[in-house]
C-alpha cells in the first residue's frame, strides 16, 4: 500500500497570510493551481483556494483575511487518508506535513496522483 509520501509532490508554491489576494490569483494562474498552502517559516497554517478568494474577498484583501482551517494529512499516512480527507471535506488535494504536531509542509498530494498509483 502506497505512503503519502510515495505520491506526494515535492515541489509546492505557498503563500502567507501577508500576501495580497490579487497576486496570488495571478500566481495561481501561473502555477495552474487552485489550491495554495498558507505558510509561516514553512508551517502550515492554513489553505487559500481561487474560490473563496472569488466568493469572499475584496481585491485588496490579504490571504489571512480569507484563508480556510488547514486540512492536512502526514507523509507516513496511506493513500487512505488523504482520500477520506478529500471525501469528507469535498476536496481534491490535501497538504503534506512532516507531522501534525509540527506542521511542517513538505508537499501536496492530489486525487489525481492517487488515481495515477491506483491504476499502475
Known sequence: MPRISDLMERHIVGVSKNSKVCSVLKLMQSSRVSVMPVLEDGLLVGIVTRKRI???SEPHSTVGEVMSKPI????KDGYEKAVKEMLDYGISRVPVVSSKREMHCIGMVT????VRELKN
Request: hydrophobic letters at 20%; proline letters at 0%; charged letters at 45%.
Open 54 to 56: 472569488e466568493e469572499y
Open 72 to 75: 492536512c494529512v502526514e507523509e
Open 111 to 114: 486525487s489525481t496522483d492517487i
